[in-house]
């Protein structure tokens, strides 16, 4: 275990990103989004989360797949993959770190997403516990620690102290890079600080928030339940949820002619769509109803169903703060879940 | 970039080398890889993902049997964007297809020895062709074959020609057309698909396996239970819009299960554990 103190963060920055891009938390008009770290942006590390999650890093908001030549009745393919360079992304809190795991479960299952694969392989995350947590945090009802945040470096920042533990294979590398900037760390004060921050988030409102009744086998019981008529009723459809989700993974195919040749390209898609599911003989989720139930369904049963229980939600609390007419995942646990009546 | 491991949403190129006009708007067209032969093995039921750049991609049944390892065939029915600009390739066309996706039909192991009874409605035959012609290949390991087919009118079967010439006369395979409106110049049975089988009423120890609109597969598969069949004796597959074909853009789901990847097969009494929106 290792520190630095605060002030010289800076310079920690400068010898990480020496070795490859280092993407973290920067100043965007009042709010903070992931961005490449220059000598010149501003670094908020004191905001919780970003508004869009961290998935960004390995799962693009659109990214090209691959390109096309059409010269008469003939097709050329150009398979665009290149090899992606080493990068770090610094600064994530626990409830992203962990959102990687899930993804991975869907990215890296056979046929493996190359796309995706390549930037996780390339990618080391420095993780960041949570000392400020907001209201709309649940996190630890999902069994995750904020204060022991993972990744391949966990690091804690206290009021003038970085302290900094490599996890991983790929922490030590990104250590042994930065090392000669590091002290060791006094494990005393790290323990007197996490103490402190899980007094914190023992006190979350949401803390007790209970999962019982959601699980891979809860289709039958919840699916036909009339409460999921009142929950969407006010939903627009608008996908906002969806887009800041660390974990929601739906993404479109689509071709552009970009006046050179045709180029394929995947983007992010949304089940809250009224399209996402449209065929020619009709639609299976035909109103906003179905599409909203599909949504907090798939994380909360089925993908529990397919990944030995483990939920797809991460507790980040980004979809409870923007939803625009205030619905969300706690809103249904609560009002689906055996035992949250207050 | 030789190096890069395989990746699904690459495809391949296929060259289209012939084109049938089945139906008004039905076209079967043939495919190889451009040095020849099928651009990858499949098993009856899966199916391809076909596209033409800058037009779109969609997923079709690989209609021929894979003991045809010369080309491989897809029945397309005309209905929207990609559909269309397919109807209008001519032989040398190529295209990108990738796959085979999907779980496919039980042949090696549910069917082998069973009578099988097949009951296909319109482009539903497309998947059905496939498992037919491969049981016919591997005919000693199959019981009886029933085959009842129907469309909305006799111009509207698909692969009527292969039907009469070569199916109608197999020893051990009978064939039951039927067409939805009395029409001039047919002399066959008048009805709808569920109603025929009803009349036919087979014996319940086959293997019965459905394909065709959502509709005809509801009221088939309780005629089938009205004649004593189980719905563990039945097979269907199931069609919802799709995009990557291996279970991770999200779009193809019943309950927990991905059409793409756990079906389009799907046994009857396993449907029944789904939710139903399909
Ligand atoms: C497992 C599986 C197997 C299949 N096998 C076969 C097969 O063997 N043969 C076969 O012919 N088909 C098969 N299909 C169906 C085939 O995939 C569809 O017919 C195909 O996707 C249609 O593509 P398209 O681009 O021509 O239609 P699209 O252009 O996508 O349009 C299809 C229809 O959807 C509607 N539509 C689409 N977009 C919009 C919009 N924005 N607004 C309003 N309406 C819209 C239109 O009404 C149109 O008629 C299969 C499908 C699956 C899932
Ligand atoms: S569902 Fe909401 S709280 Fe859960 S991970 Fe997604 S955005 Fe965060
Ligand atoms: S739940 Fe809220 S954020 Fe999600 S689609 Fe509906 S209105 Fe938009
Ligand atoms: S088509 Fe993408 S999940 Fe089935």
Same mark, same amino acid.
């Given at each position: 275990?290792?520190?630095?103190?605060?002030?010289?963060?800076?310079?920690?920055?400068?010898?990480?990103?020496?070795?490859?891009?280092?993407?973290?938390?920067?100043e965007?008009n009042?709010?903070?989004?992931?961005?490449?770290?220059t000598p010149?942006?501003?670094?908020r590390?004191?905001?919780?989360?970003?508004?869009?999650?961290?998935?960004?890093?390995?799962?693009?908001q659109?990214?090209?797949?691959?390109?096309?030549?059409?010269?008469g009745?003939?097709?050329?393919?150009?398979?665009?993959?290149?090899?992606?360079?080493?990068?770090?992304?610094?600064?994530?809190?626990?409830?992203?770190?962990?959102?990687?795991?899930?993804?991975?479960?869907?990215?890296?299952?056979?046929?493996?997403?190359?796309?995706?694969?390549?930037?996780?392989?390339?990618?080391?995350?420095?993780?960041l516990?949570?000392?400020?947590?907001?209201?709309?945090?649940?996190?630890?009802?999902?069994?995750?620690?904020?204060?022991?945040?993972?990744?391949?470096?966990?690091?804690?920042l206290?009021?003038?102290?970085?302290?900094?533990?490599?996890?991983?294979?790929?922490?030590?590398?990104?250590?042994?890079?930065?090392?000669?900037?590091?002290?060791?760390?006094?494990?005393?004060?790290?323990?007197?600080?996490q103490?402190?921050?899980?007094?914190? =988030?023992?006190?979350?409102?949401?803390?007790?928030?209970?999962?019982?009744?959601?699980?891979?086998?809860?289709?039958?019981?919840?699916?036909?339940?009339?409460?999921?008529?009142?929950?969407?009723?006010?939903c627009?459809?608008?996908?906002t949820?969806t887009?800041?989700?660390?974990?929601?993974?739906?993404?479109?195919i689509r071709?552009?002619?970009?006046?050179h040749?045709?180029?394929?390209?995947?983007?992010?898609?949304?089940?809250?769509?009224?399209?996402?599911?449209?065929?020619?003989?009709?639609?299976?989720?035909?109103?906003?109803?179905?599409?909203?139930?599909?949504?907090?369904? =798939?994380?909360?049963?089925?993908?529990p169903?397919?990944?030995?229980g483990?939920?797809? *939600?991460?507790?980040c609390?980004? *979809?409870?703060?923007? *939803?625009?007419?205030?619905m969300?995942?706690?809103k249904?646990?609560?009002?689906?879940?055996?035992?949250?009546h207050? | 970039?030789?190096?890069?491991?395989?990746?699904?949403?690459?495809?391949?190129?296929?060259?289209?080398?012939?084109?049938?006009?089945? @139906?008004?708007?039905?076209k079967?067209?043939?495919?190889?890889?451009?040095?020849?032969?099928?651009?990858?093995?499949?098993?009856?039921?899966?199916?391809?993902?076909?596209?033409?750049?800058?037009?779109?991609?969609?997923?079709?049944s690989i209609?021929?049997?894979?003991t045809?390892t010369?080309?491989?065939?897809?029945?397309?029915k005309?209905?929207?964007?990609? $559909?269309?600009?397919?109807?209008?390739?001519?032989?040398?066309?190529?295209?990108?297809?990738?796959?085979?996706?999907?779980?496919g039909?039980?042949?090696?192991?549910?069917?082998k020895?069973?009578?099988l009874?097949?009951?296909?409605?319109?482009?539903?035959?497309?998947?059905?062709?496939?498992?037919?012609?491969?049981?016919r290949?591997?005919?000693?390991?199959?019981? !009886?074959?029933?085959?009842?087919?129907g469309?909305?009118?006799?111009?509207?079967?698909?692969?009527?020609?292969?039907?009469l010439?070569?199916?109608?006369?197999?020893?051990?395979?009978n064939?039951?057309?039927?067409?939805?409106?009395?029409?001039?110049?047919?002399d066959?049975?008048?009805?709808?698909?569920?109603?025929?089988?009803?009349e036919?009423?087979?014996? @319940?120890?086959?293997?019965?396996?459905?394909?065709?609109p959502?509709?005809?597969?509801?009221?088939?598969?309780?005629?089938?239970?009205?004649?004593?069949?189980?719905? @563990?004796?039945?097979?269907? $597959?199931?069609?919802?819009?799709?995009?990557?074909?291996?279970? !991770?853009?999200?779009?193809c789901?019943?309950?927990? !299960?991905?059409?793409?990847?756990?079906?389009?097969?799907?046994?009857?009494d396993?449907?029944?554990?789904?939710?139903?929106?399909?």
């Open positions: 275990m290792y520190q630095i103190e605060k002030a010289r963060l800076g310079e920690l920055f400068a010898r990480i990103a020496a070795s490859g891009e280092l993407i973290l938390p920067v965007n009042g709010t903070s989004q992931y961005g490449t770290w010149e942006v501003e670094v590390l004191d905001r919780l989360n970003t508004v869009r999650s961290a998935k960004d890093c390995f799962f693009p659109t990214e090209n797949l691959m390109g096309f030549q059409m010269k009745k003939e097709i050329s393919i150009i398979d665009q993959r290149k090899p992606c360079e080493p990068f770090t992304v610094f600064g994530v809190r626990a409830c992203d770190a962990a959102s990687f795991g899930i993804l991975d479960r869907v990215f890296l299952s056979e046929p493996v997403d190359t796309y995706y694969q390549s930037r996780r392989l390339a990618g080391t995350i420095v993780t516990a949570c000392g400020e947590p907001e209201e709309t945090c649940f996190c630890s009802v999902f069994g995750i620690d904020a204060v022991k945040p993972g990744g391949d470096v966990s690091c804690w206290t009021e003038d102290t970085l302290f900094w533990k490599s996890l991983t294979e790929k922490g030590d590398a990104l250590t042994e890079k930065v090392k000669d900037l590091l002290t060791d760390g006094d494990e005393a004060a790290l323990k007197a600080y103490e402190k921050i899980s007094a914190i =988030h023992e006190k979350l409102p949401l803390k007790n928030l209970s999962l019982e009744g959601f699980n891979g086998d809860a289709t039958e019981a919840l699916f036909d339940r009339p409460e999921w008529a009142e929950l969407s009723e006010a627009i459809g608008c996908g949820c887009f800041v989700c660390p974990t929601c993974q739906c993404y479109d071709d552009f002619d970009t006046g040749g045709i180029q394929r390209f995947r983007c992010w898609d949304s089940c809250m769509y009224s399209d996402f599911t449209k065929m020619a003989g009709g639609n299976p989720r035909l109103t906003q109803k179905e599409r909203f139930r599909q949504r907090f369904m =798939h994380k909360l049963v089925y993908y169903a397919n990944n030995d483990i939920y797809s *939600c991460v507790g609390g980004r *979809c409870v703060a923007k *939803c625009p007419i205030s969300n995942i706690v249904v646990i609560k009002t689906l879940g055996v035992k949250n207050e | 970039m030789s190096n890069l491991p395989n990746e699904t949403l690459i495809p391949h190129i296929g060259v289209v080398t012939d084109v049938r006009i089945d @139906t008004p708007d039905v079967t067209f043939r495919v190889v890889a451009p040095e020849g032969g099928v651009c990858f093995k499949h098993i009856p039921g899966q199916c391809a993902m076909l596209s033409i750049p800058g037009v779109g991609e969609a997923m079709f209609t021929s049997s894979p045809n010369d080309f491989m065939e897809f029945s397309i005309k209905c929207g964007c990609l $559909t269309s600009w397919l109807h209008m390739m001519e032989p040398g066309q190529q295209i990108t297809i990738r796959g085979p996706y999907g779980n039909f039980p042949v090696e192991s549910d069917f020895g069973k009578d009874l097949f009951i296909a409605g319109g482009i539903g035959l497309a998947p059905l062709r496939s498992v037919i012609n491969y049981v290949h591997y005919r000693s390991n199959y019981g !009886k074959v029933d085959i009842v087919y469309s909305r009118s006799k111009d509207d079967l698909v692969d009527y020609n292969e039907i010439n070569e199916w109608c006369n197999e020893e051990g395979v064939v039951y057309l039927t067409i939805d409106r009395e029409q001039e110049g047919w066959g049975h008048v009805g709808f698909v569920p109603n025929y089988v009803k036919l009423g087979f014996d @319940t120890n086959k293997t019965a396996i459905i394909c065709g959502p509709i005809m597969i509801k009221f088939t598969l309780a005629g089938l239970q009205e004649l004593g069949f189980d719905k @563990t004796q039945v097979f269907t $597959t199931m069609e919802l819009k799709m995009k990557c074909g291996v279970g !991770k853009c999200g779009r789901n019943i309950g927990s !299960k991905y059409v793409c990847k756990d079906g389009p097969v799907f046994r009857c396993q449907l029944d554990e789904l939710p139903n929106e399909y």
